[in-house]
């Protein structure tokens, strides 16, 4: 049977159990989408009004299912508008196929129609590369075929991350002879390397004698699937976890063993705990500037603590601290290794240790009831909504947090529960990713409702997503913490140099009495809308959101002072260990 490359890599896609397939096309990329979208494919298809809508929502389609989703963008506008969720799935090491249709060889340095071509012929794949584990540039049918079975393969083994089939526009077109379709059927294999054992042997010994060991669980956790794993160590051993950012949900807060999130934004349980441990067993975190607060000895870990560190990859290691043993491998076949190493090994003896945590969680729960005051009218105290927003969604959710002031808020004061999905961005950070990384959450896991949570700027900046949850009736709430102004920015600058510019839509242009009506613009996309003024109202506005039969919003009006408090962490700018210039 004679094949053309769309076909081969709709078939290849089908058997890889590829399920979601979203974008925008245009010519270079036509024949894909014309494939993908045929009556008899079994994908679901989402046609997206902006290209990062796409690319955000597979990022999180994929950290919930752990499955991936297809984006695919048109020559470079379609992809340089995709980017930057591209960019930041690369960042958080979330993966995604992602499909680029590209300028047709004849034209590649020729003025082609929407080429890139001016540093080298076809720059396009040069846009790509920084942004993805690897971009494969098929020159034949045949060959889009072979690198679609490599990029499936790359994008989920070790660490994972996206990868691209950047391919030119006739070779969707073009037919080979074939005996049948194509399959994934030997090429795909699911592996889970495991540590050393010898290493695992090592780390035992080390958490056995420690007197105040502490599990520091990061989104690598949340990545392998390995929540069952380090409950049952943690239970098994009696040891606290703590998590970073991106690893809130791997371990449910509500659990006497939870001291809560670490690091810049994070609880002082958690931030005593890691200062006062002897022992750290580290697993899928990088420990990175926002989780050891800017590594400022003291602040969140203490120089002289012993780390044991679990990672898919010896990369991730020892970037910043030293390590007294390493585990490299897949988290989930790593904690089976401890829990069996352990054998009928006594746990160690650590009521001392726990009871000095209770005393910080004690002192810790009187500094956060004091900052979840409500607020006034309009300007409602952000702790007040996480918690309203807690009680009116007790069970299982899914939440993709926005970059921002309000995100801190939920990092530190949201309780994780279990089977929570908490979505944070903290390698890439990107603000955009909170309502259309929504839209991947709900594909994921529909069963749970799936709450965005964003600012006022993170909304202004991915409203194109709007539509999209409308015109799918995607059960999205999404919340917008309304203080007008990019509240981080302004707060920073007010306490840096008693002013803010470039922060506040405070009315400053030439339309004073401006100010952006969310509400008015989710009721013009078709989503059943409110504003809330009043801190008195918040139930009541969580209450007619969860009874509506599809998405809503609903936009607090928000203190804009508002900061979250301090759990001991830090964030600083880095002392300058730059040369002296001449003119300094």
């Not at 997206?48 to 470079?76: K, Q, W």
Request: glycine residues 10%; hydrophobic residues 45%; charged residues 15%.
């Amino acid at each position: 049977m004679k094949l053309t490359g769309a076909q081969l890599l709709t078939s290849i896609l089908t058997d890889a159990g590829v399920s979601v397939v979203s974008g925008i096309p245009g010519h270079t990329v036509t024949d894909f989408a014309l494939a993908v979208g045929a009556d008899d494919a079994s994908f679901t298809r989402l046609l997206v009004r902006h290209e990062a809508t796409a690319t955000f929502a597979a990022d999180v389609y994929h950290r919930i299912s752990g499955r991936l989703m297809v984006p695919f963008t048109h020559a470079f506008p379609g992809a340089a508008n995709g980017l930057t969720g591209v960019a930041n799935a690369y960042a958080d090491y979330s993966s995604m196929l992602w499909v680029t249709g590209n300028t047709a060889s004849v034209g590649i340095g020729r003025g082609g129609y929407q080429e890139l071509s001016r540093q080298v012929n076809d720059d396009l794949t040069q846009l790509i590369r920084p942004a993805v584990k690897r971009v494969w540039q098929p020159r034949t049918a045949g060959d889009l075929a072979h690198n679609a079975l490599a990029a499936l393969r790359e994008a989920t083994t070790g660490r994972p991350g996206p990868v691209a089939l950047n391919v030119s526009q006739e070779i969707w077109s073009e037919e080979i002879e074939a005996s049948r379709l194509p399959n994934t059927h030997g090429f795909l294999k699911a592996a889970r390397p495991r540590p050393d054992a010898s290493s695992v042997e090592s780390a035992v010994r080390v958490l056995l004698e420690a007197e105040r060991p502490l599990v520091l669980a990061g989104n690598g956790v949340n990545l392998a699937r390995a929540r069952v794993g380090l409950r049952a160590l943690a239970e098994r051993l009696g040891v606290p976890v703590a998590t970073t950012a991106t690893g809130k949900g791997a371990f449910p807060e509500d659990h006497p063993l939870s001291v809560g999130v670490l690091g810049w934004v994070g609880t002082g349980t958690a931030n005593e705990a890691a200062r006062s441990a002897d022992v750290i067993l580290v697993l899928g975190a990088r420990l990175a500037e926002t989780t050891a607060s800017s590594w400022v000895p003291g602040a969140t870990f203490t120089p002289g603590t012993r780390l044991i560190h679990a990672d898919a990859e010896l990369s991730g290691v020892a970037n910043a601290y030293p390590v007294a043993e390493v585990l490299i491998g897949d988290l989930a076949a790593t904690l089976d290794d401890l829990a069996a190493a352990l054998g009928d090994a006594s746990a160690p003896e650590l009521d001392g240790w726990l009871a000095h945590l209770d005393q910080a969680r004690t002192a810790w729960s009187t500094v956060v009831r004091r900052s979840r005051a409500p607020g006034r009218f309009g300007a409602i105290g952000t702790g007040a909504v996480v918690q309203a927003l807690r009680t009116a969604y007790p069970g299982p959710l899914n939440m993709v947090n926005d970059c921002g002031k309000h995100h801190k808020w939920v990092v530190q004061q949201l309780q994780a529960r279990e089977d929570d999905q908490i979505i944070s961005s903290m390698g890439g950070a990107s603000m955009g990713i909170g309502l259309a990384g929504a839209i991947g959450a709900a594909l994921a896991r529909p069963e749970a409702p799936t709450i965005a949570w964003l600012g006022d700027g993170g909304l202004a900046m991915s409203l194109a997503a709007l539509p999209t949850v409308a015109e799918y009736r995607l059960p999205v709430l999404t919340v917008v913490i309304d203080d007008a102004s990019y509240g981080v920015v302004h707060n920073t600058q007010m306490a840096a140099a008693g002013r803010s510019a470039f922060a506040d839509f405070d009315g400053s242009g030439t339309h004073p009495d401006y100010r952006l009506d969310f509400t008015a613009v989710a009721q013009g996309c078709g989503i059943p809308a409110r504003t809330v003024a009043d801190p008195a109202e918040l139930d009541a506005a969580f209450a007619w959101a969860k009874a509506q039969d599809g998405p809503a919003v609903l936009t607090v009006l928000s203190d804009k002072g508002s900061v979250q408090p301090s759990g001991g962490g830090q964030l600083r700018p880095l002392e300058d260990n730059s040369r002296r210039l001449v003119w300094s």
